[in-house]
């Protein structure tokens, strides 16, 4: 079992940044990435970052390049998303992700074993 616990979220004026943290707990040691999901009101949970531990290589959603950066403590248990010039259309829950065995695209929930309950980002215009 992994235990996941997301921080950092909050409200900010567009064109701000903030920084999530994700904490892992348990059988950290065994997981092969971790990542980032958003939710906004009435939508799909869509892909925002992951951080493979295999090399270190990261994903995007197009919507995030440029602006986003997640990145990993040397512990291993600990995911930032640091996120700059932010845009009301970047309100939503963030959810953090484990996987352990991958089984499918990192940009797909569906790959994802463990999820965090969520911290609440608000961007205002």
């Known amino acids: 079992q992994v235990q996941l616990v997301e921080s950092g979220g909050g409200l900010v004026q567009a064109g701000g940044s903030l920084r999530l943290s994700c904490a892992a707990s348990?059988?950290?040691?065994?997981?092969?990435?971790m990542g980032w999901f958003r939710q906004a009101p009435g939508k799909e949970r869509d892909f925002v970052a992951t951080f493979t531990w295999s090399g270190g290589i990261t994903y995007y959603a197009d919507s995030v390049k440029g602006r986003f950066t997640i990145s990993r403590d040397s512990a291993k248990t600990t995911v930032y998303l640091q996120m700059n010039s932010l845009k009301p259309e970047d309100t939503a829950v963030y959810y953090c992700a484990a996987v352990l065995v991958r089984s499918g695209s990192y940009y797909s929930a569906m790959t994802y074993h463990y999820w965090g309950q969520g911290t609440q980002v608000t961007v205002s215009s």
């Open positions: 348990g059988r950290t040691f065994s997981m092969n990435a």
